[in-house]
């Protein structure tokens, strides 16, 4: 049974264009797949593809497109971690955390024991500007896995973190994805980190968005992103698909993530 259905017609913007005239950007056209229960789908495409948009319309946060996001448990928990941390900088790490909490909590000390559990026990009680950018990331993580979603939506949650912070991050999303099994959509630039991760990975194509491959990922876990397996499959899709996947998985300027 899946846990999402998503259609998506049509999703326009308007924007400003020369002397004032506003004009029409098509974002998305005829984009359609489905999700099933628990699965950890992975989404690649070109850079200003849509694939930010098409992550806002599934979370509720973009109503304005033509087509319909339908879900097997309309009330599903929603979890989202952006492209940048947006912690509350006024605000400890236990109480950017304790935000997406319902009071009263499920259980006492929930977000204490999820950030101790990230290696963030030492800092529960400082501020966002005293971590670096690899803890940042974990705090938003944490924030988005405390409430035990049912559905996880990660837009480049990694992006500009050096490689071994990247890869420690990873690990903690897979450990919490097998433990606790949300169904969660990761959008990626990056396909070697897509197809490390994913069991699944959907390829979009320059905007107006579409799907136009669905790769199933039958490699066995653990994998690395630059271990042979992923290499090899990767090798293996660029040598079949040239065209589509030209312009992936080029690097990023690494931030502080000590």
Request: proline share 8%; with cysteine.
């Amino acid at each position: 049974m899946n846990a999402l259905d998503i259609a998506i017609r049509r999703k326009l913007y308007r924007r400003d264009g020369p002397a004032g005239a506003e004009r029409e950007v098509l974002a998305i056209e005829d984009l359609a797949f489905g999700v099933a229960a628990g699965e950890l789908l992975c989404i690649v495409g070109p850079s200003g593809c849509g694939k930010t948009t098409l992550l806002s319309i599934v979370a509720g946060l973009d109503r304005d497109y033509e087509g319909t996001v339908e879900r097997s448990r309309p009330q599903a928990r929603i979890g989202v971690v952006f492209q940048t941390p947006r912690l509350m900088p006024w605000l400890t790490v236990r109480e950017n955390v304790r935000l997406a909490l319902d009071p009263p909590p499920k259980r006492a000390g929930q977000a204490e024991s999820l950030l101790t559990e990230m290696q963030l026990g030492a800092h529960l009680d400082g501020y966002p500007n005293h971590l670096s950018g690899g803890q940042q990331r974990r705090v938003a993580l944490a924030r988005a896995f405390v409430g035990d979603p049912d559905l996880l939506l990660l837009d480049e949650p990694f992006q500009s973190l050096d490689a071994p912070t990247a890869q420690q991050l990873r690990d903690a999303l897979l450990a919490l994805w097998s433990r606790r099994r949300p169904t969660v959509l990761f959008v990626t630039h990056d396909l070697r980190e897509a197809l490390s991760l994913g069991e699944r990975v959907l390829f979009l194509s320059a905007g107006p968005a579409r799907v136009v491959l669905d790769v199933p990922i039958e490699l066995a876990r653990p994998r690395l992103p630059d271990g042979p397996a992923v290499e090899g499959l990767r090798k293996r899709l660029l040598d079949l698909h040239p065209d589509l996947l030209r312009g992936l998985d080029k690097p990023k300027q690494a931030e502080d993530a000590a």
